[in-house]
């Protein structure tokens, strides 16, 4: 699968329709995700401005330093027009002139630092300032079958990790040797980036965003390891399996590790297209608090994937919203003892025309090192 098949000049009209669907003029994209989405081009984010300007209609241009132009043209060839700008001057009338006409109204992209948020307030005096998320948003929550290929290859890359995890996970090595390791391997596996990785050795398990530490693995210890990079496709992958190395589990681990077993596998059976984000996220809530663990469950039960780690959609209590075919998201129920340690199980899953499909394949019983 080429750059090209996925990322398609077809996606620049369809933003342009929804833009003028949702009253806006134009949408101006600083480096991130939504400008990726749209061209292809992994910009360098920096204190020189690079803009996608995309008007509701007209000619799309993209809005590069010099020292960066070649390599915008390298980038997959949507057929935009790339116009650059030299140190010293100011890139903020190319903005206007690549509007080529009043507006009133735009879209930034939703993480635009604030300086070039200002900077575009003062180019454009009176232009109403609104999330191009608004528009955005909608397009990418549904990937593509070429977008979910890349999903899966991001998936089979990272499961590649878990399954050697063997040769690094062991008592006496500290969470950060363990991490440093990992690090390589999800290198190694085909990402050309790291995005993540947690190892949580006993009570550090208990805390869902620990990261690492010097702290060395202790026999029998349940390990959480949540980990994560993006590929060149510049889709993610996202995985947690919990593991314990060394020697038996406390009791009181494997008690409820069974639990959140039956519960992450009862919230992937519940995707299908209609049932609500609300709904998928109580599959798996609800079995943990019936057996009395609700309160150590301390997130949603899972987060939408692509070009960002978390995006749209989110399987939390009070999103109504339907589940569609082509949403991808992460399955990821935890249970988390304060002081003693904690778990979670992780897939990434799309939403099909009939149901679900899982794109961690790796075994989720708890895994004896």
Not at 11 to 32: E, K, S, W, Y
Not at 229 to 253: E, I, K, L, W
Not at 272 to 287: H, K, L, Y
């Amino acid at each position: 699968m080429g750059l090209d098949e996925l990322y398609p000049p077809d996606r620049l009209i369809a933003a342009q329709r929804a833009t003028a669907a949702a009253g806006l003029d134009a949408l101006l994209l600083t480096p991130g995700s939504d400008l990726r989405y749209l061209t292809g081009y992994d910009a360098h984010a920096g204190e020189r401005l690079t803009c996608l300007v995309l008007p509701a209609e007209g000619e799309p241009t993209l809005i590069v330093p010099r020292l960066e132009r070649p390599a915008a043209e390298a980038a997959p060839d949507t057929g935009v027009r790339i116009v650059d700008h030299v140190d010293g001057t100011d890139p903020y009338p190319l903005v206007v002139a690549a509007l080529d006409g009043p507006v009133t109204a735009v879209g930034l992209a939703d993480r635009m630092w604030a300086e070039q948020v200002l900077a575009l307030r003062a180019a454009l005096p009176g232009v109403t300032q609104r999330l191009a998320g608004e528009v955005l948003g909608e397009l990418r929550v549904r990937k593509s079958p070429a977008e979910v290929a890349a999903l899966a290859e991001a998936g089979a890359a990272i499961d590649e990790v878990h399954l050697r995890m063997g040769q690094w996970l062991r008592p006496g090595r500290t969470e950060a040797e363990v991490a440093t390791d990992i690090a390589a391997a999800i290198r190694a596996a085909g990402h050309v980036r790291v995005d993540f990785v947690i190892v949580a050795a006993g009570p550090n398990g208990a805390s869902p965003h620990h990261g690492t530490s010097d702290r060395p693995i202790g026999v029998g210890e349940p390990v959480v390891v949540d980990i994560g990079g993006t590929m060149a496709s510049g889709y993610r992958s996202d995985c947690t399996r919990t593991y314990v190395v060394g020697g038996p589990a406390p009791a009181d681990f494997l008690d409820y590790y069974a639990v959140l077993h039956d519960a992450q596998r009862a919230a992937v059976a519940a995707v299908r297209p209609g049932v609500t984000g609300a709904a998928a996220d109580a599959a798996a809530r609800e079995p943990i608090a019936a057996a009395g663990y609700g309160s150590a469950f301390l997130h949603r039960t899972g987060h939408g994937i692509g070009l960002d780690g978390h995006e749209e959609p989110y399987l939390v209590a009070g999103n109504d919203r339907p589940l569609e075919a082509g949403m991808a998201f992460s399955i990821e129920p935890g249970v988390y003892l304060a002081g003693r340690h904690g778990a979670r199980i992780e897939d990434i899953v799309v939403c099909t025309t009939d149901g679900v499909q899982r794109l961690n394949t790796t075994p989720t019983e708890l895994i004896a090192l």
